[in-house]
Structures are given as structure tokens and as C-alpha cells.
């Protein structure tokens, strides 16, 4: 009987095409083996993409026109393009730069999960280019939700404008800004396996291979359960935190919009959306278009 | 001499104001006064060593001037109270002090130095100067004793032992040593308000300025903060209170300012403002406020 259904299931279309337990057995070390590419190119481009997105937000708040300008412009280029096009420019236009040759042969001797340094360094550069542009304008929204009078009482004691950043706006910032700034890191975690397009062996990559070996695309939706496996407790975990801040604040303030939720260019997302009822979502829009814009 | 207040009437801005509104109802008074003075200096003569001195201070946002022309002077250790309408430019007024806002003409002197200067070291002249704000505006991050340290420790660059101790002795004085260790959303208007005054006071400030400090808060409250207040005048503070508190305006105040329309419309000792004021619209708004 149970024999009979395994057959069944491993031979009807669907379950036998994608929950095939065969396949699904064979392909769960191997892939399970590239979650810590997977995931450190996710951790590692974000954490370097912090003190980027924070100068960058800097700059875009300067008074200095020209680094405000710069800075417009970057933001706006990496924001308005696919990160596919990113990676396949960047990717690809690093080995025509002149010296990089000659600096590749070293690099390519030291290898982390089968991957070259040559690979990892342009790789967390593309991630750094990319998420320093959104994280930029999450820390813009997040030191411009702070009252004008906090700023003022500071400055009023007598403290500069870089010890009032650092001691009465950026702490406040940083707990206002970090639900947004988890969903952002959900969001890098995922955009990685776009680097299976230039062939980085991160879970896509692999589950790809073995999909194409085995005719079968049991080893994809193996992938898709890492992927969950990592998303839906953090998208949970961001979600309580942003009812706590809207019941802290009492509905003033509370969390900074994502930059990434209001573009268009993707659908609305769960680590976008859940959680919030529909008062906060609007809010946020509005503070969103206000401060974006 | 200090104490001694000359008339602060801005009387070449009442000349043009009543030229421009030829037909409108003035007070015999005013006219006279414009018609004397106007061949006289702008300059209102003010005692060298008075600590704020302020002379035709103008104050323009955008198409928008807030402040015409506003003279008059604090002398060390005396409590001046602004008084008047709503948009009448006094809080703006008190923000061109410490320079929250910049003037856009005229001169504003602390001690020995022009304020609205170039060669100002702000953050140095602001330790100076003491400023408790309507909103409270202290850091929610920070506990009581945290928010009165901040700046001691940042500023001052005290150790954290002599700042604990400032701090801990200014709260006590302001009567919140029990509450050092709550944050802000944890105290009541009252107690959150008196202490940002500690925070402003442990910086030793040589002039207190107090932005509306009761406005916010509840009725019930209101009572603590000014007592704070008066203790603090009585210890011989410099204090320039920009105030709907009559009461505290009348009993503790050495000098009164009433602005109106960006102009010091008339100012004096309190007896002479609140009893026997010379024009009209000081006493239509005194007598509003009261009742």
C-alpha cells in the first residue's frame, strides 16, 4: 500500500517533478552545503553596506550641493536599475580593468567553499554598491523622522553637530530604523541568488546543476525551504518588532518605510507588509513619499 | 544703571507704520512721541555691562518679517519677562539669541561678544546660555540622570563620576532625585520639563532662557515647574522667560517686554505694564489674558 503510493507520487507530473522524494534526498546535503555562501554573501554585503549607507546618507543631506547631486545620482541609478544588470556590469567589467589581472593570480589561490576570492570580492562589492543605496535612504528617513527639537536641545547644551548625531539622533535612529533595515537584509539574502546568473556557486547555482542533471526540479523547491527556513522567522521577528515600536510611539513615528516598498518595480513583499495593519502601512507611505520624493 | 530700563519704543517703525495707515485710530500718545523722537538715533542706549543686549534685531523668514525691530537689554542677574500675543515674534525673538535662529539684521550682544557674529564659536558661546524649550525636547533615550550628564560629559568633558555627581545635585535640586533612573516617558510633563531645566542648569549657565515652559503643560502641573522657576530667579539667575504666566510675569519679573507685530510695543517694570500701561493695545491684551 505504501509502496504503491510512493509510486504514484514519484510518477504523477507535478509531485513526482518537483517533491520528488528521491531526488529531493539526493539533493539536500549538496545544497545545504552552499546555504553558508548563500548566506554569508548576504551578511557580509550588508554589514559593509551599513557605514556605506549611513556616509552616503550623510552626503545626500549635506549642504554642499555638488555631494548632494552625487549622491542623488547614485541612488538614483542603483535604485532604478535591476540588480541583474548590476551583477552582469559589474561582474563582468571588473576583469577590464587594468591591474586587475595581475591581481587576480594571487586572489584566486585563496579559495572559501570553493569559490576564489576573486569571486567573493566582486560579488560583496556588487551587494555593498547596491544595498549602501537603499540602507542610505532608510537611515535618511529614519534621522529625519527625529524631532527638529531634539537636534535644537542638543545643540542648545552646547554640543556640535557630530556629537549631536552621534549621541541624540543616531541612537534614536538605529531603534526606529531596525525593522526596516531586517527586511532590507531579507531582501539582499534573496537578490544573492541572482548571482547564479554569472555562474557563483551559491544554493541557486548548485539546486540549478542538479536540476539539470537530474531532470528533475525536486532540488529548487529543496532550495526554496532554505530560503524559508532563514525569511520567515526574520520576517515574523520584524513584524513584532514593528508593532511594539507603533504601540511605543502610539502611532507617531514608529518604523521607517522600506525605499524598496514603494518603487512599484517589485510586488509588495511578506517581509514588506506583514504585520502591519492598514493605518501603519498608509502612514508609512506618507512618510515615504514625503521624505523620498 | 542696570535696572534702570530706558523706553524701548521702536518710535522711527511707529512713524513709517503710522504713514503707511494714515487714517487708522492712534492713540495721541503714540503720535507725539513718533513726531518728537524722529530726528533721533535708532540706537536705544543700553548699559555696557548689561549680559544679553539687544538692538534692532530683525528677523525675516522668506516674504515674512517676523521680527521688525526689537530692543532691550537683561542686566546680570535680573529676570526679564516677554510677554504677548501669539506670532508676535517672541519666541523667535529668544531663538536669535542662541542663535537657533540667525538674525537677519541687527545686533545681539552676550557679556562682551556680538553673538551674530562670524567669528561666533557657537557650541561655546550655547554652553553659555541655557535654554528650556515648550516641548521639553529632552532625549528619549536617555534616563533623567543620563540627559542631565549628556552634555557634562560631552561638552564639559567631565569624568563620569564628577558629571554623575552634577547631575544627581541638580536633579535633587529641581526635586527629582527619585526619578534619576526613569526615562522621559516615564516622567509627567512636569517632572520632564524641571528636568530639562536641570539639564540646562548643570551646564552653569551664566543666562537662562525659557521658551513658553509652562504652555504644554497640564494646568495641574504648571504650578512645580514655576516654582522651580522662582527659586531659580531668587538665586539670582539671568532670565529671559517668554511667558503666558502673568502671575509669574507680574511677581518675579524685574522688567516686562510686551511685543507685538515684531516690535517691542511697549516694556517696563511690571507695575507699570500690568497697572498703568501707556497704550491701549498693552492693556486690551494684558486684560484678555487675565480674564
Redesign the interface.
Known amino acids: 500500500m505504501f509502496q504503491a503510493f510512493i509510486h504514484w507520487w514519484e510518477n504523477y507530473p507535478i509531485t513526482g517533478i518537483f517533491f520528488n522524494f528521491h531526488y529531493i534526498g539526493q539533493a539536500f546535503l549538496p545544497i545545504l552545503k552552499c546555504l553558508p555562501v548563500s548566506l554569508l554573501l548576504g551578511v557580509i554585503g550588508f554589514v559593509l553596506g551599513i557605514p556605506g549607507g549611513l556616509l552616503v546618507s550623510f552626503m545626500k543631506m549635506s549642504k554642499v550641493k555638488p555631494l548632494r547631486w552625487l549622491m542623488t545620482a547614485y541612488i538614483d541609478v542603483v535604485r532604478g536599475t535591476p540588480m541583474f544588470l548590476q551583477i552582469l556590469i559589474i561582474y563582468f567589467g571588473f576583469p577590464f580593468i587594468p591591474g586587475y589581472k595581475a591581481l587576480q593570480m594571487p586572489l584566486k589561490q585563496i579559495v572559501f567553499f570553493q569559490i576564489d576570492l576573486t569571486i567573493w570580492l566582486r560579488a560583496l562589492f556588487i551587494i555593498f554598491i547596491n544595498t549602501a543605496a537603499y540602507q542610505a535612504e532608510i537611515f535618511r528617513a529614519g534621522i529625519q523622522s527625529i524631532?527638529k527639537?531634539?537636534n535644537?536641545?542638543?545643540?542648545?547644551?552646547?554640543?556640535?553637530k557630530w556629537?549631536t548625531m552621534g549621541?541624540?539622533i543616531l541612537?534614536?535612529t538605529i531603534?526606529r530604523i531596525l525593522p526596516t533595515m531586517l527586511s532590507e537584509f531579507i531582501l539582499v539574502f534573496k537578490d544573492t541568488s541572482l548571482f547564479a546568473a554569472v555562474s557563483v556557486f551559491e544554493m541557486v547555482m548548485q539546486a540549478k546543476v542538479i536540476a539539470a542533471a537530474t531532470y528533475n526540479q525536486s532540488a529548487l523547491i529543496v532550495t526554496a525551504f532554505f530560503y524559508l527556513l532563514i525569511t520567515i522567522p526574520l520576517g515574523r521577528f520584524v513584524a513584532r518588532m514593528e508593532n511594539k515600536l507603533a504601540e511605543?510611539d502610539g502611532g507617531d513615528g514608529g518604523a521607517v518605510a522600506s525605499p524598496r516598498a514603494k518603487r512599484g518595480k517589485r510586488p509588495p513583499r511578506l517581509d514588506d507588509t506583514v504585520g502591519d495593519s492598514a493605518h501603519v502601512v498608509s502612514h508609512r507611505e506618507n512618510v515615504l513619499n514625503s521624505e523620498v520624493s | 544703571m542696570p535696572g534702570e530700563y530706558q523706553s524701548g519704543v521702536n518710535t522711527e517703525l511707529l512713524r513709517l507704520k503710522l504713514e503707511s495707515h494714515g487714517d487708522v485710530d492712534i492713540p495721541d500718545k503714540v503720535k507725539n512721541v513718533s513726531a518728537v523722537d524722529s530726528d533721533a538715533p535708532l540706537d536705544v542706549a543700553m548699559p555696557a555691562d548689561a549680559i544679553i543686549r539687544i538692538k534692532n534685531l530683525k528677523k525675516v523668514f522668506g516674504d515674512n518679517v517676523v521680527l521688525h525691530d526689537v530692543n532691550f537689554y537683561c542686566p546680570k542677574g535680573h529676570v526679564v519677562s516677554v510677554l504677548g500675543p501669539s506670532g508676535s515674534g517672541k519666541s523667535t525673538m529668544l531663538r536669535c539669541i542662541n542663535l537657533l535662529e540667525t538674525p537677519t539684521a541687527g545686533e545681539i550682544w552676550f557679556e562682551d561678544q556680538l553673538v551674530n557674529s562670524k567669528e561666533t564659536d557657537v557650541d561655546h558661546l550655547r554652553a553659555k546660555i541655557g535654554m528650556v524649550f515648550q516641548q521639553f525636547n529632552l532625549f528619549p533615550h536617555l534616563t533623567a540622570l543620563g540627559n542631565v550628564e549628556l552634555a557634562l560629559k560631552k561638552v564639559r568633558k567631565l569624568s563620569k563620576e564628577q558629571a554623575e555627581a552634577i547631575a544627581t545635585e541638580q536633579l535633587e535640586k529641581v526635586g527629582l532625585s527619585d526619578r534619576a533612573d526613569f526615562l522621559p516617558s516615564q516622567l509627567s510633563g512636569g517632572q520632564a520639563q524641571r528636568v530639562a531645566i536641570a539639564r540646562a542648569l548643570a551646564m552653569e549657565p551664566h543666562v537662562m532662557l525659557f521658551d513658553e515652559a509652562t504652555s504644554a503643560l497640564d494646568p495641574s502641573l504648571v504650578r512645580d515647574v514655576l516654582d522651580v522657576m522662582r527659586d531659580l530667579a531668587k538665586s539670582g539667575m539671568t532670565m529671559i522667560v517668554v511667558t503666558h504666566e502673568m502671575a509669574f510675569a507680574r511677581d518675579v519679573s524685574d522688567h516686562v517686554v510686551f511685543m507685538e507685530g515684531g516690535v517691542v510695543y511697549e516694556q517696563g517694570t511690571p507695575e507699570k505694564i500690568f497697572d498703568h500701561p501707556d497704550r491701549e493695545r498693552t492693556r486690551e491684551f494684558l486684560q484678555g489674558m487675565i480674564d
Request: charged share 15%; glycine share 16%; hydrophobic share 30%.
Open positions: 524631532p527639537g531634539q535644537e536641545a542638543a545643540r542648545s547644551l552646547g554640543m556640535g556629537q549621541f541624540v541612537p534614536q531603534r511605543q
